[in-house]
């Protein structure tokens, strides 16, 4: 989260942006904590960002079992839903995520196991 920040204080972004890129690699590492590596303790959580001259792309690796991950994962949760019991609570992680970051999806690679999950935010041309 600190270097994602400090990283995107050097690219100029503002402090509410930089903000929400915490939030968003924060809640990426956590799912991959959970989700992919199912809380094992000897299983690993790798962090990568890139710089470029119009993005800042942040990957976050699981060594999770993989698998696709549907579109309809992205979708806000059904809050009445999951109050009334029908739909069990949670789900807002990929939400938020995608909502602080301009791109966030799964990246599919056969070479590797488990999961990647990539975040991009555009940077201003002069930045």
């Not at 503002?14 to 000897?42: F, S, W, Y």
């Not at 001259?53 to 993989?66: A, H, K, P």
């Not at 949670?90 to 690679?109: P, Q």
């Amino acid at each position: 989260m600190a270097v994602a920040g400090e990283l995107a204080q050097l690219a100029r972004l503002d402090p509410e942006r930089i903000e929400e890129l915490q939030t968003a690699v924060a809640e990426a590492c956590l799912n991959a904590m959970k989700h992919g590596n199912e809380m094992a303790a000897d299983s690993l959580v790798e962090v990568e960002i890139e710089v470029a001259e119009t993005r800042l792309s942040i990957d976050v690796r699981d060594e999770g079992r993989g698998g696709a991950v549907p579109e309809t994962a992205f979708d806000p949760p059904d809050l009445a839903a999951q109050m009334s019991g029908l739909q069990p609570a949670g789900g807002m992680g990929l939400f938020v995520i995608r909502s602080f970051v301009d791109s966030a999806t799964f990246i599919d690679d056969p070479d590797r196991e488990g999961n990647q999950f990539r975040m991009i935010i555009h940077l201003e041309p002069d930045a």
